[in-house]
């Protein structure tokens, strides 16, 4: 999955758990053998979304998306979330950083 929002307002480290995208991901070999220590969760948001008032039959689109990225570091979780990404990721408008107890 491609990402067109490119502005992180959300994290969330969790203890590692693999999602499905990436488990499809590594069924192709990507050729690095990972501990999948961390769970990543990115929450980003659609400036197009935010910014529009209208509705479309009915319902109106949620103004975020949730991104999660498992990997061994913060590093290397940022690196390939960044080569998911359409445009460059920042992080200036971020609100919350939460860190779960297991972790």
Known sequence: MKLK?????GLAFDKGKQPFIEKKL???G????????ITATNQFITPQVASSTTKQAGLQKQSYVNVSQTGDSVL??????SLRSEQPLTAHHMKVIV?????
């Open 76 to 81: 290397q979780m940022t690196h390939e979330l």
């Open 5 to 9: 929002s490119k502005v992180c307002i």
């Open 99 to 103: 860190i779960s107890e297991e972790l």
């Open 30 to 37: 990507d050729g690095y053998s990972k501990k999948d220590l």
């Open 26 to 28: 590594n069924e192709q």
